[in-house]
């Protein structure tokens, strides 16, 4: 470092030995070695601020390693760069050695780009300022059919429809768009993450991921179609096979909210027959001859239920043309509509539900219209809804609005006793179904069947019966028809039948000496009256 009261013999030969010499005055002035001979132009004896003043240099520019790459650096001279306090000298840099630098790091930070962006499984976009594509992957070239070569450099509104561009909309407002449904055209459908690119507070391009969800769609609209009726229309609660005293409770309750217009919540396990309850209360009250829709919270994407439930508004803002899609509660507008898995539902949308419910109204999305709907809201759950809302993943006075009617399906384990007459039910179905009549099922069958304890509930033994009438050539269902899984846990669970009719026999002789008191029974059998009550579910007593 020289002094500016040096003297210019003093600068010079420091630039013979150094690259750079630092002159600090009431600004800091970097000289190069190559500037040398400037400095010799001057009078023999000046001091070093007499020849910075002679020469009319400019001072340099103050920075450090962290904030080099801002703007209010003037590369016009060789910049001093500070240690992070400012205190001391740490370098000199140029432009011309800077450049090289700074072309390395962006070629290593495009190359991280693209890896990454080649490395998702989604359509990846990026513009500049103007809405010229800079970056297109190769998930965008399948998802949208169009190639890097014919999309790269040109405007994105060549290729899509300007209003339906999310990245325009970054551009103009500035927001980032988080798992929003999108369709870019009329054959895709997406949920998009897009966010602006600033740099100094200005916006200079937008990035967009759009996760591709088109074959969901097509697939959930397909499963819609091909929704069954579970039950008859004329009589719907008769299609409801049951002995059990709790489901009996169960469809009473349901044949008197049949004709109410109240939400209806059922609960029970996965397969145990909420949605035939549900079609029962629909076909068996005033709404009967409207529509019964279904929304299963548990095959949509979670970005897509609020769509799905109560519909989509656009307008082009060239065209002045509404864009709309009927959600759920539309289509049902009149009669019934089935939510299966509302715990599922996003808590935003339950939100939104909760106000539909209370006040009869809502807005589409993109909407400002309300729009007014007379359709019935049954919902059902495999989970405890009030240890969600204690958890704070459910909206509480959704759960409060739902729950005033709540209707219990108990699991197939807990009803044994039902094993039988749906066994028949299921027989005769399938066996139209398949063309094969006349079909029975062996007593060895019926006995493996009753002591399996049916994790799928109802909809399990449905599936097996049809297994079995497909599989069986004579007209009769054994053994050998059966899954192995259900032989081996029901043999593990009884393998001896003598065991069986020893305990039945004890246990019937306890009910007799107590004169049928079910308490009294199971102190004297020296068992709890919980299991009392299983076992003669289990053995038909």
Not at 430 to 452: C, P, R, T, W
Request: include cysteine; proline fraction near 3%.
């Amino acid at each position: 470092m020289v002094s500016i009261h040096e003297d210019k013999q003093s600068l010079l030969n420091k630039l013979a030995l150094y690259d750079f010499v630092v002159v600090k005055a009431d600004h800091w002035y970097c000289i190069e070695k190559k500037e040398a001979f400037l400095v010799q132009l001057g009078k023999e004896k000046e001091t070093v601020e007499e020849s910075i003043k002679c020469l009319h240099l400019k001072p340099s520019s103050v920075t450090s390693i962290d904030t080099i790459h801002q703007n209010n650096v003037d590369w016009e001279r060789p910049v001093l760069v500070m240690d992070e306090k400012q205190e001391e000298v740490a370098g000199v840099i140029t432009a011309s050695k800077l450049l090289p630098a700074l072309q390395k790091e962006n070629k290593q930070l495009a190359t991280f780009f693209q890896t990454l962006a080649e490395t998702i499984n989604d359509a990846v976009t990026a513009v500049d300022k103007d809405g010229t594509v800079v970056y297109w992957n190769n998930v965008a070239e399948i998802t949208y059919n169009i190639k890097k070569e014919a999309i790269i450099g040109k405007k994105i509104g060549a290729h899509f429809d300007a209003d339906s561009i999310v990245l325009h909309q970054i551009l103009k407002e500035g927001n980032p768009v988080r798992g929003t449904y999108h369709r870019p055209d009329e054959h895709t459908h997406v949920l998009i993450n897009a966010s602006p690119i600033v740099e100094n507070n200005e916006i200079i391009g937008g990035v967009a991921t759009e996760h591709d969800i088109t074959k969901m769609m097509h697939l959930n609209r397909e499963l819609e179609s091909k929704l069954s009726l579970h039950v008859q229309r004329d009589a719907p609660f008769s299609s409801i096979v049951t002995e059990s005293e709790e489901v009996n409770k169960a469809v009473g309750m349901a044949q008197k909210m049949a004709h109410a217009n109240m939400p209806v919540l059922i609960t029970g396990e996965r397969g145990t027959g909420k949605e035939l309850l549900a079609q029962a209360i629909h076909y068996g009250g005033a709404k009967s001859n409207q529509p019964f829709i279904s929304l299963n919270c548990s095959v949509i994407p979670a970005d897509v239920l609020e769509i799905e439930l109560f519909g989509y508004q656009k307008i082009s803002f060239h065209s002045g043309e509404e864009n709309e899609k009927n959600g759920k509660i539309e289509q049902a507008n009149g009669g019934s509509l089935f939510i299966e898995d509302v715990d599922k539902m996003p808590l935003a949308v339950q939100q939104k539900l909760v106000e539909y419910v209370t006040n009869g109204t809502f807005t589409r999305v993109g909407g400002k219209k309300e729009i007014s709907a007379k359709t019935r809201v049954i919902v059902s759950t495999a989970q405890s809804l009030i240890k969600l809302v204690k958890n704070g993943e459910f909206n509480e006075n959704l759960y409060f609005q739902l729950s005033v009617i709540h209707i219990n399906i108990p699991p197939l384990r807990k009803r044994k006793e039902d094993i039988p007459s749906l066994i028949c039910q299921f027989i005769k179905e399938y066996g139209e179904k398949h063309q094969k009549n006349n079909i029975v099922l062996s007593d060895a069958a019926l006995n493996k069947l009753k002591q399996y304890d049916w994790p799928g509930n109802v909809q399990e033994l449905r599936n097996i019966v049809e297994r079995c009438i497909l599989l069986t050539e004579n007209n009769e269902v054994s053994l050998e028809h059966l899954p192995a899984e259900i032989v081996k846990i029901s043999s593990s669970l009884a393998n001896d039948e003598g065991i069986i009719a020893e305990e039945a026999k004890r246990i019937e002789e306890a009910l007799h000496k107590t004169y049928g008191n079910k308490s009294a029974a199971a102190n004297l059998l020296g068992i709890s009256r919980g299991t009392l009550y299983n076992k003669i579910k289990e053995y038909g007593l």
